[in-house]
């Protein structure tokens, strides 16, 4: 069976190596953006990927590119709900708009991107998604109240999908990442970075493709007796 896979917000970092990893596994891969019309040209060329630009916080926008995805590539068999963003403050200072934001891309677009796609995937009896969270939605962090709450939604998220939708041949995992090399963690001050890797046991950020070689295994049809649960790729930062 050919899989396609659909990866949001997989035109740059963590994302694109997703995309390049399900690439070499054998999928035909759709990504979405959102800002970025460059790099996702670049990926387009790069990887061999399909580009699609739509938010992924807006549920109308994620309906109509679920659809036309599927009209270019056919009926997707596997979803990568990656896309994401922060808006770091203290809770005291945070306005509504940066936790509304962060909110509904990062937790609102899991309904968003699954709703579209899961009664296709329950029809066929088959499908694999897997969502993105981080490890500060599983132990917390400072200054990221709204993304460790959005993030640790995700978790509950998966499980409950997981359950609904085993027995329909679809398995819902979880990736938690630690901290890795991207240019997110490129705007750090230097000290700032030397204290995370201080706090990671292996001694070093994670790269992207630590991540990406999760999410293929995951997205594999061998995979099919794993559901519900999360994978931490975070080099011992957090034991859960």
Known sequence: MEQIALVTGGTRGL???ISAALRAAGCRVAATYHHDAQAAEQARHSLGIAVFPWDVADAGACEQGVATVQEALGPVTVLVNNAGITADAMFHKMSAAQWEDVLRTNLGSMFNMTRPLIGGMRERGYGRIINISSV???????????????????????????????????????????????????????????????????GRLGVPEDVARMVAFLAAPEAGFITGATFDVNGGQYLG
């Open 15 to 17: 994302g694109a190596a």
């Open 136 to 202: 500060n939605g599983r132990k917390g962090q400072v200054g990221q109240t709204n993304y460790a709450a959005a993030k640790a939604g995700i978790l509950g998220f998966t499980r409950s999908l997981a359950l609904e939708n085993a027995r329909h041949g679809i398995t819902v995992n979880a990736i938690a990442p630690g901290y890795c090399d991207t240019a997110m963690l490129a705007e750090l001050r230097p000290e700032r970075l030397q204290t995370i890797v201080a706090g990671i046991p292996v």
